[in-house]
């Protein structure tokens, strides 16, 4: 018997790829997720560490084909949450 192939879609910065898993990883992913109900896939970030926008600053690096590493300072700064 085939294995069966499946299409999984992948954000990027620049997009979205596919990518073709088995029906087994598939599985094991759906498994993985089951365990973050809200989405949420995070550490705890340290007292002083600062707080970004991280969706808007994404958002942004896609708008101008950039990566995060190539914003400036005052780029970044605008992500800043107070």
């Known amino acids: 018997m085939a294995k ?3 299409d999984v879609l992948i ?3 620049k997009g979205y790829t596919v990518k073709k898993v088995s029906e ?3 599985k094991q992913i ?8 809200d ?3 995070a550490i705890p970030r340290a007292q002083k560490t600062p707080r ?7 958002d942004y690096c896609c708008k101008k084909g950039i990566d995060p ?9 605008q992500f800043l949450v107070k």
Do not use: P
């Open 52 to 58: 970004m926008n991280i969706r808007a600053m994404y």
């Open 69 to 77: 590493l190539e914003m400036t300072k005052e780029e970044k700064e």
């Open 39 to 41: 989405g949420v896939y």
């Open 24 to 26: 087994n990883m598939d």
């Open 4 to 6: 069966q192939i499946t």
């Open 11 to 13: 954000r990027t910065h």
């Open 30 to 37: 759906s498994e993985f997720e089951e365990g973050f109900r």
